[in-house]
């Protein structure tokens, strides 16, 4: 537990987003804007881009089998299972999972699947 400016103590998770921070302050500008793209979808990713009407099919183009959202893509897309088990020891990840998972290996797998180039 840590002390705030003011004196009070602060919850654990207060602490936690703090070093979520830094780590997010430490990032490439590139690697930033994934990660900010993939937590709050607005990433480039066909949902967002068919939303955006930059593309008409919503699609995953990996799978071909679910929109392609930050969810599916990192937790549910078939044709990053290998990678992802690989990165994670999971081969699928629900949202309680995904929440689990610490930045770093998001951004690892987000990248992996080379629809951020
Ligand atoms: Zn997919």
Redesign the pocket.
Known sequence: MTVDVLGKFEPAWTTCHLSLSKYALRLTRRDLRIMIGLLTGHAYLNRHLTLMKVRSDPT?P??Q??E?TAL??LG?????STTRFTLSGLYRMDYTELGNIRWPLLLKLAKASRRFL
Do not use: F, T, V
């Open positions: 995953c990996l799978c089998e679910e392609g599916h893509l549910r897309c078939s044709a990053l």
